[in-house]
């Protein structure tokens, strides 16, 4: 009788792309307003910093994921499109080649031989990438799937310390935000962790540690050129 089992890997590629898309953008864009209010400018200056920061932020998030994800893909591509040559080339030695890779895992040299004749049979090419070169559909690299996710939780998370700066009086705009922001990233990093399946007080402790880092160093940062200015 099967069971139902749940697994957490086909969520790797765009779990990882949103949590450092939203990470990103709450810690950037906090720490820009925080700074910038730091410095004692308006209202409205700190706001356009907000938003050109949300913009640009968002843009660079999503051109870096594609190029980052997308040299992983070529590099994907190209170990396939090798495989595949040397599937059409030499099958004995593929065969020999999986073969050895099961006995590695524990399988008698036999039966090893059995299950890589049966699944060349198959699919030869799907059983090279998967136990030879270690590509599957569920880790396998999305460039466009990655940009999107990254950019999408950049805009979200840098939206929850801008509206701050709407509401927010003037004087308590430095510590609100940084307060707030350490709160959002909290609670980014305990559904982080139970979406992934990992601890919630390290992911929540790692997250809040090096917002608040960020955000400490650029109020200390604008304080200082606010006194210059």
């Known amino acids: 009788m099967r069971h139902p089992e749940i697994h957490r890997t086909h969520r790797v590629g765009w779990l990882r792309a949103a949590v450092l898309g939203a990470n990103d953008g709450i810690v950037s864009t906090a ?103 270690g590509i599957s559909d569920s880790l396998s690299a999305r460039p466009v799937q990655a940009a999107l996710a990254s950019a999408g939780s950049f805009m979200v998370g840098a939206i929850l310390p801008l509206l701050l700066v709407f509401i927010v009086p003037s004087p308590a705009l430095v510590w609100t935000v940084s307060g707030s922001s350490l709160l959002f990233l909290a609670l980014l990093g305990s559904l982080a962790a139970r979406v992934g399946g990992s601890s919630v007080w390290r992911s929540v402790a790692r997250v809040t540690f090096w917002g608040a880092l960020a955000m400490a160093l650029t109020a200390a940062v604008g304080s200082l050129f606010g006194t210059m200015a």
Do not use: C, F, N, W
């Open 31 to 133: 720490s820009l307003i925080v700074g910038v209010a730091a410095a004692q400018s308006s209202r409205s200056g700190v706001a356009i910093a907000g938003m050109a920061g949300l913009v640009a932020g968002a843009m660079s998030m999503a051109a870096g994921e594609y190029v980052s994800v997308s040299s992983q893909s070529d590099t994907e591509r190209a170990d396939m499109d090798r495989e595949r040559e040397e599937l059409a080339t030499d099958i004995e030695g593929e065969h020999a080649e999986l073969a050895a890779i099961y006995v590695a895992r524990g399988l008698d040299p036999v039966l090893a031989s059995q299950v890589a004749t049966q699944l060349m049979a198959k699919d030869a090419l799907g059983a090279h990438a998967r136990d030879e070169l």
